[in-house]
């Protein structure tokens, strides 16, 4: 069962908005932490945004905050990466992942047991 969906990303230029979606199941959505991680050609996986069920605490990768937002939409499952000022750093594959755990436990890849698929972003300059 695919629990995770991401969608929006694309070939986009420097200096545009993305905004990506995660579309999750009903039983992660609300109570798991969301979050979003990168991946860009021959790093290791970057915590980019986290947020927390019901309160909504969110949480931003070092040097990410300001550019990026998460939010959450609680009608549709859904939670969203809006990237804005796109810079040709930013592109690589970004994945949600959900955390079984209900408050925010850090940045590191392996406390999210659910992954998605990931989407590709390419950023030209």
């Known amino acids: 069962q695919v629990e995770l969906v991401e969608s929006g990303g694309g070939l986009l230029q420097a200096g545009e908005s993305l905004r990506l979606s995660c579309a999750a199941s009903?039983?992660?959505?609300?109570?798991?932490?969301m979050a979003w991680f990168r991946q860009r050609p021959g790093k290791e996986r970057e915590f980019v945004a986290a947020?927390?069920?019901?309160?909504?605490?969110?949480r931003y990768g070092d040097s990410l905050q300001g550019r990026f937002t998460i939010s959450r939409d609680y009608a549709k499952n859904t939670v969203y990466l809006q990237v804005d000022n796109l810079a040709p750093e930013d592109a690589a594959i970004y994945y949600c992942a959900a955390d079984s755990n209900p408050l925010f436990r850090g940045s590191s890849a392996r406390y999210y047991t659910t992954w998605g698929q990931g989407t590709q972003v390419t950023v030209s300059s």
């Open positions: 009903r039983r992660i959505f609300g109570n798991y932490v």
């Open positions: 947020m927390t069920p019901n309160v909504g605490i969110k």
